[in-house]
């Protein structure tokens, strides 16, 4: 039976080259994102590669409840069920000093990440607990596993939630026919990352060097990242691309492998 997948926030980054690596799987994908235009945009661009009777997109902004009802239900009537669904949406704030940080962000960061990730939790084990299987993913990042930095209070609190959220899902779904995971993909270039530098552009140039070694493009990540949810089977699994040793191993070779990673393929 072909594997149904929702991922939100796909429309770009790491949730769009797990779209791709999905579909390379003969899976079938909703494709998410907030607004129409970006949506339909990933769409075409995934179907000039890939069966177009596999792919699926729906506009949805995470941070309304009635619109991530909305997703479930289309991703449901169109591909017939959901196997694997994964709460990807996020955001970030510019790196700043945390009094600093305009309001406004505050709100935003806060409602994609941590409401968002919870209304799509709600979602998911819903419908997946009334088809009787199912698996659920949601996204960490920096901040998840207790480290901290300047400038990212923010955003790393709000990683600390969703990982108390993934530890506690973890008991909460035990007995049941589904199982929830978390994914920590580790460092990766995208505009998630560059967008904390606008107007900071000589802050990047600084950063470059380090960022170059232990940091990912998000097309190098995803596939890993695929090929684990697909075969995983465990409950409270952490799906990981980088490791201790991976990161070693970097710092130790970065002499003779030169990189670049915000130059664009």
């Known amino acids: 039976m072909i594997t149904s997948v929702v991922i939100t926030g796909s429309t770009h980054g790491i949730g769009y080259h797990m779209a791709a690596a999905f579909l390379k799987h003969n899976c079938q994908v909703t494709i998410s994102g907030r607004t129409q235009p970006a949506v339909d945009d990933a769409v075409a661009r995934l179907e000039a590669q890939y069966s177009s009777e596999h792919i699926w997109g729906v506009a ?8 991530v009802q909305h997703l479930w239900g289309e991703a449901e009537h ?5 196997e694997i669904w994964i709460n990807n949406a996020g955001t970030a704030s510019p790196r700043m000093n945390f009094w600093d940080i305009p309001p406004e962000n505050f709100d ?3 409602r994609a990440n941590v409401l968002g990730t919870m209304y799509g939790t709600k979602v998911a084990l819903t419908g997946m607990l009334a088809q009787g299987y199912g698996a659920l993913y949601n996204m960490e ?5 207790g480290r901290s930095m300047r ?4 955003y790393g609190s709000t990683k600390v939630a969703v990982h108390f959220v993934n530890q506690s899902l973890t008991h909460e779904v035990e007995g049941t026919p589904v199982i929830t995971g978390a994914i920590a993909p ?5 505009d998630m990352i560059t967008r904390q530098y606008v107007g900071r552009e000589a802050e990047l140039e600084e950063a470059k060097p380090i960022l170059n070694i232990i940091a990912e493009r998000p097309e190098t990540v995803a596939p890993v990242l695929v090929e684990k949810i697909l075969k995983n089977r465990k409950n409270g699994a952490t799906i990981t691309f980088a490791s201790p040793a991976r990161l070693f191993l970097k710092f130790l070779t970065s002499r003779f492998r030169k990189r670049d990673l915000f130059t664009p393929q």
Request: charged fraction near 15%; hydrophobic fraction near 45%; proline fraction near 0%.
């Open 78 to 82: 169109h591909f017939g069920r959901i």
């Open 186 to 190: 580790g460092m990766m270039i995208t």
């Open 108 to 110: 935003e960061v806060v």
């Open 60 to 67: 949805c902004d995470v941070t309304d409840f009635g619109q």
């Open 151 to 154: 400038g990212m209070t923010l």
């Open 141 to 145: 990042g920096f901040g998840a596993r």
